[in-house]
C-alpha cells in the first residue's frame, strides 16, 4: 500500500519484496505504492480525486491477479495508513472479486485474538518447531539495525505475549467500517493521541484524525462507483 519510508524516510518495498521471495513467494508485477508522506497528504487534504484514484489502483491490482484469499492489515485505531488500508482492500475486494476472502492480522492486538469471530471463520494454522523458528528468524533479519522502531515492535511483541506466540497464525474476517466507527464513538483512536502529542513536541505540523481525515476518505471509497 505504502513504501514504509515514514519512520526512516528510506523505502522498504524492495526489502519486502526480497523478504517474500526468500520463502519462495511471487511478487506481483502490478505492484505499485505511494509514499507514506503522499498518503499522509491525501488524507489531512481530503483529496478525494487523489483517494478515488488510488481505490481505482488497488481495483485494478486485484483485478489483475484474481486472488482466492486476500490478507490485509487490521483497523485497530493504532496506524491510519494500516486502517486505511484494511477498508480499501475490503471495499475494493466487494467490487472486483467478491469470491474472494478477505481476512485480517492485527499488529498491536494479541496475534491470536478471534475478535469475537467464530473459528470457523478464521484461518488458524498451528506452525512445527522448524516453522516456528524459520518465521522468527525471518522477522528478525527484516529488522536490521537501521530499523530501530520494527526491531521495538519485535521486542514489545515478545514481551507483551511471549515468543511462543509465534507458534500460531490466525487470521480472521475483517472488522466492519460500521464497527470501527463505533469502537471510537466516544475515544480517540492511538493515531490521534500520538499526533497530538508529536505536535506538541514540535515533530508535526498537524494532526491525522479519524473525523474528518480518515472518515472522509472511507466514505468516497464506500461511496465509490
Known amino acids: 500500500m505504502t513504501d514504509a519510508s515514514a519512520s526512516t524516510g528510506c523505502p522498504r518495498t524492495q526489502k519486502s519484496v526480497a523478504s517474500l521471495r526468500s ?32 481505490f481505482i489502483a488497488i481495483q485494478n491490482l486485484l483485478r489483475c491477479e ?14 491510519p495508513v ?20 478477505v481476512l485480517e492480522v492485527p499488529l498491536t492486538e494479541h496475534p491470536h485474538d478471534l475478535e469475537n469471530a467464530d473459528e470457523a471463520d478464521c484461518l488458524i494454522f498451528d506452525l512445527d518447531a522448524q516453522a516456528s523458528q524459520a518465521k522468527y528468524t525471518a522477522i528478525t ?9 520494527l526491531r521495538q515492535e519485535v521486542a514489545e511483541m515478545q514481551d507483551n505475549f511471549g515468543t511462543a506466540v509465534l507458534d500460531r497464525e490466525v487470521l480472521r474476517p475483517p472488522l466492519s467500517l460500521a464497527d470501527y466507527l463505533s469502537r471510537f464513538a466516544d475515544d480517540k483512536p492511538f493515531f490521534e493521541r500520538h499526533g497530538e502529542r508529536r ?14 481525515h480518515l472518515a472522509f476518505a472511507l466514505d468516497v471509497v464506500s461511496r465509490s462507483d
Not at 68 to 78: K, P
Not at 141 to 147: H, N, P, Q, S, V
Not at 199 to 209: G, P, T
Open 23 to 54: 520463502i519462495g513467494l511471487e511478487v506481483s508485477n502490478n505492484l505499485t505504492t505511494l509514499s507514506d508522506d503522499t498518503l499522509y497528504a491525501m488524507l489531512l487534504d481530503t483529496d478525494a480525486q487523489s483517494i478515488n484514484q488510488h
Open 66 to 79: 484474481a486472488p482466492d484469499v486476500i490478507v490485509t492489515d487490521s483497523a485497530e485505531g493504532y496506524n
Open 82 to 101: 494500516h486502517d486505511y488500508c484494511h477498508f480499501l482492500v475490503v471495499f475494493a475486494a466487494k467490487k472486483v472479486c467478491p469470491a474472494a476472502r
Open 141 to 149: 533479519e527484516y529488522c536490521d539495525a537501521e530499523e530501530d522502531m
Open 199 to 212: 505536535v506538541r513536541e514540535e515533530k508535526y505540523d498537524k494532526i491525522l484524525r479519524l473525523h474528518p
